[in-house]
């Protein structure tokens, strides 16, 4: 049975550019082929600043947002998270996303696929990385990451990669897999 990638859109922004990169992504991860690959939209999720009574290591969640949000991270064998950069660090809705599930998120791999101005969104994804290793996560050293993302949409907003992108993309990927094969022995 194929593994499943969930390509998160990160940013809860009006008006974000994060699911034109996310569109993207994923529509490349299914070209790919090794992966069963779908997007989720934090959005669609309506996480309030979190807001649960118990750790969430007890999976004891009283909140109906919650327990849609477990039963999405639960479905993934591995994550692209598409995040964008908020003043050199993650975006507050990314950081409480991750807070609301734990064990959910264990023994997973995940890959940035970050963007931004001219850091590409990588001061961000690496002071993520920090926070998502303590949630038991493996990430990858290969990523994706896009610079001056606003140059590379078309006049409908839709994201054209270059082809150091593209390469990037596929080297995650196939790192992503290996990794998420490797480690379904731990998630038992
Ligand atoms: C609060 C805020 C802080 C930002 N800080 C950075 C930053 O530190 N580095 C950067 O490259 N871009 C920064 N930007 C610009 C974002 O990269 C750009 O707005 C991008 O479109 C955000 O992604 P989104 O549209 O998907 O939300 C910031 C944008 C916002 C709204």
Redesign the pocket.
Known sequence: MSLNLHTI?????P???????ARWFNDFAVQHGKFQASLVDLVDFELPIYDEPNHPALQKYVKEHTKRWSESVAAADAYAF?S??????P?PSFVNALNFVYKEWNYKPYGFVS???????L??AQLEKQLVTTLKMMPMAEGVAV?M??QLLDQDKKFMPNDLIKTAATTMLHELHRWAEALKAMRG
């Open positions: 859109i990160c940013s809860t922004r008006g974000r550019i994060g699911p034109a990169l598409v964008p950069e908020y003043n050199y660090g975006p963007y931004g101005g001219v850091s590409g969104g001061r961000a610079p993302v606003t």
